[in-house]
């Protein structure tokens, strides 16, 4: 399989231990240019796919910021070929902007002949129509500090230096028990190493647990980073990982605490209008054949319960700080129905 959310592409989960690659093209685009990627608007193209927890980090980021009329958007077909990610939900399977038919195309104009897996998120330079970057962990903290001069005007502040060091701190261990923990969980080939991966998963959950129980968010009283990452991984929790990967000792919705506090995200514009659980699903059961082989696509879970009261706000807290919260869904980017609670 060529290909899978975020780095999932370019990983080994055969007879090894599942890991995930460091990305490979980790240019920076900042204020200063000193990659020699300038921010400037218009010039850039995010690509994600709506399935990718890690293209989803992107996605909420640019919502946040206000930054859709600066950078603009190409959605990959959740489903991939032998060739990866493709444009095939555009006319003539083409993005309209880019002019090509698959994501790889523009890996092979950075570097011919690349021999690693292509991922999401990744920026292109419209221009060049080469890959600047697929550093997932990078391109949402460069988002919310090198790409100021473009945020919208009441704008979050999502990487607050006072606090980046707890962000930071926080991040480390939700990224490696749960971000790629249920990976780890997931595409295990042997008992062990699926138990350890497994237990750490929600050994971590339950460490969250108390620490969201007295506060609304991660860090501070504030949404952050830390909140983004977080989401990313719980919104899929339930509609694929319990099931599909196997991390099944509870489910989202059977604590109290996390659930409560994955639909208090999920209703705050900017993270929930994102989510398409349509393609989160069909990404996971079809294109995960070694885990799937059958491909067939589960019918549930109940998705109603994502816009039920959660009673969060009781705990306090800002969301957006001394902002606002973003305006609209731009049009062309809402999320079909299909996808939606």
């Not at 055969?14 to 921010?39: C, E, L, N, Q, Y």
């Not at 460490?207 to 007295?214: F, I, N, V, Y």
């Not at 319990?242 to 208090?264: I, M």
Request: hydrophobic share 35%; glycine share 10%.
């Amino acid at each position: 399989m060529s290909g899978d959310d975020g780095q999932d592409g370019n990983s080994a989960y055969g007879r090894k231990a599942f890991k995930r690659s460091r990305s490979h093209f980790a240019d920076r685009i900042t204020a200063d240019g000193r990659d020699g990627w300038p921010v400037e608007p218009g010039r850039y193209r995010l690509v994600v796919s709506r399935a990718c927890p890690w293209a989803s980090r992107a996605l909420i980021s640019r919502r946040l910021l206000g930054l859709e009329d600066a950078l603009s958007l190409a959605v990959a077909d959740p489903v991939q070929d032998d060739r990866s990610w493709r444009f095939t939900l555009d006319p003539d399977g083409r993005d309209p902007v880019l002019g090509i038919r698959y994501l790889s195309e523009a890996y092979d104009r950075r570097e011919t002949g690349y021999p690693g897996g292509v991922s999401v998120p990744a920026i292109v330079d419209v221009p060049s129509g080469q890959l600047v970057t697929n550093d997932f962990q990078q391109i949402t903290l460069d988002l919310a500090t090198e790409w100021t001069a473009l945020h919208r005007a009441g704008a979050p502040d999502l990487y607050p230096q006072p606090l980046r060091d707890e962000i930071d701190e926080v991040m480390a261990g939700v990224y490696e028990d749960v971000n790629n923990g249920v990976y780890r969980a997931g595409f295990a080939t042997g008992q062990e190493e699926y138990e350890a991966a497994c237990a750490a998963v929600f050994r971590r959950l339950e460490l969250l647990t108390p620490r969201l129980e007295r506060r609304r968010y991660l860090v501070g009283d504030t949404i952050t980073e830390a909140d983004i990452r977080l989401f990313t991984t719980l919104v899929r929790f339930d509609a694929v990982y319990h099931g599909h990967f196997k991390c099944n000792r509870w489910k989202l919705t059977e604590n109290p605490v996390l659930w409560a506090y994955a639909r208090d995200l999920f209703q705050t514009p900017g993270f929930g209008d994102t989510v398409d659980f349509d393609h989160i699903k069909r990404h996971y059961y079809q294109v995960h054949t070694g885990i799937n082989p059958t491909r067939i696509v589960p019918l549930g879970p109940d998705l109603s319960g994502w816009l039920t009261p959660h009673h969060r706000q009781e705990l306090g807290g800002r969301p957006f700080g001394d902002g606002t919260p973003p305006g609209p869904v731009p049009a062309g980017e809402e999320v079909p129905a299909a996808g939606r609670p």
